[in-house]
C-alpha cells in the first residue's frame, strides 16, 4: 500500500476517442421543444458478448427491465469434479449438497456441515485445497419451449469465474470473468418439458498459475498471480485478507424470455446548466429476430415532470432521448445540500402498445469536475460538485465479506450508515474488490456520500495481451455503463498502485522491462471509455497519480499521495512532516473487537504472537510494526488484554491525528480518504470498522477528526504551538475560544482567548501563548473549548513520561428502554475513557469513546443493549478503559 512513481503523461485523449454518435435531426410534436432525439443507423448483428454491449444488471446496478423473467435460484447440488486430495474433508469432496444461489461453494459446504468456519482458527489454511479444485453446479427446471418470435435468454449476472455451461448436455459456452453478465440464446435449444443445467467452475488458482506462464512472469503484491484473470484480486490473500479462492454462482441467474425488442441497457446521465437538469438518455436496443417489425417500437422516457415518446426504427440498436428539466433540484453531497433523486422512468412498446420493457431508478442533477490546474503549491486535487469545491472526508472500502453473496442490502445500508456517523462524505471503492452492487450506490445516493470508483487493478503488473484485454475492455464498458447513472459516483480511477508499483517498488520497473505492465489501460484504453460512456465525471489513470510526466506518484506537492512510510518505517506523530495536496490512503493498524477476536483466535494462553493470531495478521511484520508504534508513547504491556487496549488506543490516537493534521493544511489539502472503513473477516488490519462490524475505538477517533467544526493543536512552524479551528459550514463560525493550561493533578495553570471569526468552509490559526507552555519541565495539559465543538487537547509529555495518575473514577448506570446509561465521574484526571461495550455483551455498542475528563467534571456514555447485566461490569475494568490503567 505504498510507492511512488515516474510515469507517462496520458496522450491526448480528443485524439484517440472513438467518434460520436452521430446525431440526426427528427420530426418531433410542438411539446418536444426541450428533447433532442439521435439514433444510430443499423451497422451489422451484434455479437453474443461483444465489449460493446451493455446488459442491464438489476441486482447490480442499472435498474430493472420488465422482460418475462424467471430466477433459476432452486433445486441447485454442487460437489467437487475433481481435484487434490483434502485429508479429513473426503466427505466434502465426494459428496453433493445443496447449493444456494447466488453462494459459492465455501458458503454451501459450511451450509452443509462438511467444512467448519474458514475464519476460524488456523481453518485457512486447513480449507486451501477448495481453491485447487473444480467444482460442479446442477439444477433441473421445467420450461415451454419459444412460441413464434419469441427469444429465450440465459442470462448470468456473475459467474466466479473459470464456468462451463452444459444445456442438457450441450455445450453454451465458457467464461473468463467474474465480473461480466453474460447471455446465451436458448431459442433454439428449449423444447417444452425439463431440462438439466450444469455450470462447471475451473481452479481458479491452478489457472492464473498456468496463465502467469503464458503471459511471461509479472510482478505482484501477495503470493498467487491474481493478475492473470479477472477476479476479485483479494481473493486470493491481502495484508488484511484471508487466502479462500472461491466458485461459484455469485449473481443472480435467470431465464429472460422476450419477443420484438427489449432494452439492452440503459445509460441515463445528467448534467445541469444553469437552473435546468438534463437527461441525456442512452438506450441500448436487442431485437429478437434478424426481421425487425417494419412498423418499429416506441421509447418513452420521464423524468421531473417531462415525458417524451419516440418512434424507434426497425433494428435501430441504439436511441439517444435528451430532455429538460426546468429549475430541477439538485443532488449535493452530505453536508453541502439536499440529495435530491427524482424517478426516471423508460419503457419500450411495441406498435399495439403493448410494453416490451421497462426500466426505472431515480436519478440525480449535479455536476462534477476535478481540478489538477498547477498553481503556485504544485498540482491540486480540488473535487468539486456543482461548482463547491469539497473538503473531502472519507475512507477506503474493501470487500465487507471475504464471502461477498453474504453481504445483504441491510449490511450495506448499515455499514454505509457508520461510515455516515463517522462523518464521512465520500468512499473509495479500492481497485482490488468487486464492483459493488446496486444496493451499495444506492445508499450512497440516498445518504449524500460520494463515490471515488476504481477500475478493478490493484498492486501489480497486468498483461494487455489477448485474451486478457478484451476481457479489461468488455468488463469496464459494462460497469461505466452499469454504474454511471448513479448521483453518488464521482471519480473513476484506472486502479491501485500500479503505476506507483511500476515506478518505484523494488526494482518493479527493470523486471517490467520490454513487458506489457497495464500502462495501456490506464492511460489509454480506460479513459477513453470513460470519455465515451460516461463523459460526465473526471478520471485519473492511478491512486496516487502525480499528473506529471516522470514524477513520483507520491510526490506531495503532485495530485493525490499514498502515505504509509508512517506504519511501516516512521511513527505516527510524522504525518506532521507531510503537506500533502490530497491523502488517498493512510491509516494505522489495530486488532478487532475483542469478540471478534476470541471468536476466531483461541491460543492458550492468548498472545499477540500466538499461531493462531498471527493467522488473523496478514501485514508483513504487523505485530512487531505494532510494538514498535507503542513505544514513543505507551509502555508495551505484558498483559493481552492490556496489549489489546493499548494498540487499539494506539490505532484511534494515530487516526486521529493524521486525519486532523490533514483537515487543517484546507484549502492547500482538500480532502483525505482513510485506509481503511471496513474488513472483510476477523482480522487485525487497519479498519476501523472490524470484521464482525464493530466499531473499534479508532472509528471514534475518525468521528472526532473529521467533525463539522474541529479545534485541533498543531506545532507552528516557528517551533510553538498553535491551535487550528476549521469550519466545514456553509454558515461563518463565530464564537469565543478559551484555551487553558492544567498541570496533571487537575489544577489551572493558565489560560488565555480569542475571538473566532471563520468564514464558511475556513480556518483560523490562533498562536498559543507561549506562558501556558510553561518552561517544558513540568507536564501539562492544554485544552481548547469554543462553541459548537468539541474540546480538543494537547499534552506536553508523552503517557509513559507524563506521570499520568492512577484512574480514580465513580460511576452510576442507570436502565434505558434501549439499554444502559453511563454517568463516569472523575476522581483524577482521565485520558481517553472508553466503554469497551462488547466486553460486557457481544451486542453492545457505546456512542462515545476517547473522552478525557479534569478532576470532577462527568461524562455520560448511552450503551445500547439488551442483556441483563450487572451495572458493575460497566464500570470496571475490561470494560471501561481509560490510557492511565496501562502506566
Known sequence: MSGGSSVTQPAAESAALRPPIPRVATACPSACTDVRVTVQSWLGTVKAHSPTTTHLYSHGTNGTNHVDRTLLHTGWTLRSAGGPPAPGFEAATGTAVAAEVPGCVHTDLIGAGLIPDPFDGDNERELAWIGRHDWEYRTAFEAAAPAPGERV?????????????????????????????????????????????????????????????????????????????????????WDWGPDLVTAGIWRPLALERWHTARLAGVRPLTSVHGSTGRVTAELDLAWATPQAPAAGVRATVSVGGVRRRVDVPAGAPRLTVELEVPDAALWWPRGYGEQHLHPLVVTLE????????????????????????????????????????????????????????????????????????????????????????????DVCDELGVLVWQDFLFACAGYPEEEPLRSEVEAEAREAVAALSPHASLALWCGGNETIAAFAEWGGWRARLEGKTWGAGYYEDLLPRIVAELDPTRPYVPNSPYSFGAYASPDAPHLGDVHIWDVWNRRDWTCYADWTPRFASEFGYQGPPSWTALTRVVHDEPLHPDGPQLLVHQKADDGNEKLRRGLEPHLPVPEDFADWHWATQLNQARAVAFGVGHFRTLAP???????????????????????????????????????????????????GGLELVALDDHAEPWHGELRLRAHTLDGAPA?????????????????????????????????????????????????????????????????????????????????????????????????????????????????????AELDPRTLLTAPVLRTANDLL
Open 350 to 441: 411495441d406498435a399495439a402498445g403493448a410494453e416490451l420493457g421497462r426500466y426505472e431508478r431515480r436519478v440525480g442533477f449535479r455536476t462534477v469536475a476535478l481540478d489538477t490546474t498547477p498553481d503556485e503549491h504544485g498540482i491540486p486535487f480540488h473535487l468539486s460538485v456543482n461548482g463547491q469545491e469539497v473538503l473531502v472526508r472519507g475512507a477506503n472500502w474493501i470487500p465487507d465479506d471475504a464471502f461477498v453473496t453474504r453481504i445483504d442490502a441491510a449490511r450495506y445500508r448499515h455499514r454505509v450508515m457508520q461510515a455516515v456517523e463517522a462523518e464521512c462524505n465520500l468512499l473509495r471503492v479500492w481497485g482490488g474488490g468487486i464492483y459493488e452492487p446496486r444496493e451499495f450506490y
Open 153 to 237: 435468454e440465459l442470462v448470468c449476472e456473475g459467474l466466479d469465474t473459470l464456468a462451463e455451461l452444459h444445456l442438457d448436455g450441450e455445450r453454451l459456452g465458457h467464461t473468463e470473468n467474474q465480473f461480466r453478465t453474460y447471455r446465451f440464446d436458448l431459442t433454439h435449444r428449449l423444447r417444452d418439458g425439463a431440462h438439466d443445467l450444469v455450470i462447471t467452475f475451473a481452479s481458479a488458482l491452478d489457472y492464473v498459475e498456468r496463465a502467469a506462464e503464458r503471459y511471461g512472469p509479472r510482478p505482484h503484491a501477495n503470493a498467487h498471480p491474481f493478475w492473470a484473470l479477472r477476479k476479485m484480486a483479494c481473493n486470493f490473500g
Open 668 to 718: 492547500r489539502c482538500t480532502g483525505s480518504v482513510l485506509w481503511q472503513l471496513n474488513d472483510c473477516w476477523p482480522v487485525v488490519s487497519w479498519s476501523v470498522i472490524d470484521g464482525d462490524g464493530r466499531r473499534k475505538p479508532a472509528w471514534y477517533a475518525l468521528r472526532q477528526a473529521q467533525a463539522d467544526r474541529l479545534l485541533r493543536f498543531r506545532r507552528a512552524a516557528s
Open 750 to 866: 493558565g489560560e488565555a482567548g480569542a475571538d473566532l471569526k471563520i468564514a464558511p468552509r475556513g480556518t483560523q490559526v490562533v498562536p498559543v501563548p507561549a506562558a501556558l507552555l510553561g518552561d517544558g519541565t513540568v507536564p501539562l495539559l492544554l485544552t481548547a473549548e469554543a462553541p459548537g465543538a468539541r474540546r480538543a487537547t494537547w499534552w506536553t509529555h508523552e503517557d509513559r513520561a507524563s506521570g499520568l495518575p492512577a484512574a480514580r473514577l465513580s460511576g452510576e448506570v442507570a436502565r434505558t428502554a434501549g439499554g444502559y446509561l453511563v454517568t463516569v465521574t472523575a476522581g483524577s484526571l482521565l485520558r481517553d475513557l472508553t466503554l469497551l461495550a462488547d466486553r460486557a455483551d457481544p451486542a453492545a455498542e457505546a456512542d462515545d469513546a476517547l473522552v478525557t475528563l479534569l478532576p470532577g467534571e462527568q461524562a455520560e456514555f448511552t450503551v445500547r443493549s439488551a
